[in-house]
């Protein structure tokens, strides 16, 4: 199975390929230019560098929430347009479970947090046992303090990762002490290796998606949804 996948979710731009298993390509890529900007292009690259034509794709993976409302627009409507000029089925892989499975080689807690700003993150918690991630919690979109105190009720070392570790970390630390742990700067943040593993998962389960059926996953209303509903009830 030929798979391309796509992450736009936060400030990274990720576009991988992988052949059944095996990761052909990946390009990560964090900067502040627009993901429409960079995106066709990255997918173009990634295609040319792994030989893959876009006839040769069976697949195409795409994050689909919660994270950035305007990365999230990009990503899919990239991949819509995509599928449909190939003919492609499509997977769309939350976020966080892809964040999460960046943790590899060690059993226990891991916390996704993305950065929903206001001092909110993103997050869910997933216990792993080897090959195996249980979701203990509901995806959520929580104030960091409310997330700590929920996770301080475990008492077990827990590991986050994600782009809100760069915005919360330091808080995180000084509400949890030592229970908290941190992935490194290389793994930290989405990656679309993550989503093309989840997404060939989600394909061979047979849950997968015709590109009219594909929408973003937010979570939470946007700002200006928030303040049109606070101001007429709607």
């Not at 731009?13 to 429409?36: G, I, P």
């Not at 960079?38 to 689909?64: N, P, R, W």
């Not at 976020?95 to 700003?117: F, S």
């Not at 303090?145 to 915005?167: C, M, N, W």
Request: glycine residues 8%; neutral net charge; hydrophobic residues 40%.
């Amino acid at each position: 199975m030929m798979i391309l996948a796509v992450d736009t979710s936060s400030v990274v731009v990720s576009v991988a390929v992988m052949d059944n298993e095996q990761l052909l390509y990946e390009a990560y890529c964090h900067h502040d230019r627009n993901h429409s900007e960079v995106l066709m292009s990255l997918i173009e690259d990634a295609l040319l560098k792994s030989e893959v034509h876009q006839k040769d794709l069976d697949l195409i993976a795409v994050s689909g929430g919660p994270g950035s409302f305007t990365g999230l627009r990009i990503g899919i409507s990239t991949v819509k347009g995509l599928a449909q000029a190939i003919e492609k089925p499509v997977v769309s892989v939350p976020t966080l479970d892809a964040l999460a499975w960046n943790i590899i080689g060690m059993d226990g807690l891991v916390c996704p947090i993305m950065d929903a700003r206001r001092g909110q993150v993103y997050t869910c918690l997933y216990n792993r046992k080897g090959a195996e991630f249980n979701k203990l919690m509901p995806y959520s979109a929580l104030p960091v303090t409310q997330l700590a105190e929920h996770l301080s009720g475990y008492k077990q070392p827990i590991i986050f990762v994600g782009d809100g570790l760069r915005v919360h970390r330091k808080r995180i630390k000084e509400l949890m002490g030592d229970a908290a742990f941190f992935a490194p700067g290389y793994l930290a943040c989405q990656r679309a290796s993550a989503i093309a593993w989840l997404g060939r998962q989600e394909a061979l389960a047979g849950n997968v998606l015709h590109y009219q059926e594909l929408k973003p996953f937010y979570l939470r209303q946007s700002q200006a949804e928030q303040k049109r509903k606070q101001q007429t009830g709607i």
